[in-house]
């Protein structure tokens, strides 16, 4: 995922993927749900 400024702590951040989820690196909000209207492909 590219940088991205964090709607919470409003920081240039390199967010981390956490349990299938995009946190901040700064602050460890969670940035990017779950599933984020994501789906499979065959």
Not at 16 to 39: A, F, K, L
């Amino acid at each position: 995922m590219a940088i991205q400024i964090c709607p919470v702590c409003s920081q240039e951040t390199d967010p981390v993927m956490v349990h299938g989820h995009y946190q901040c690196s700064i602050c460890g909000t969670n940035i990017s749900p779950c599933c984020d209207g994501e789906t499979c492909e065959d």
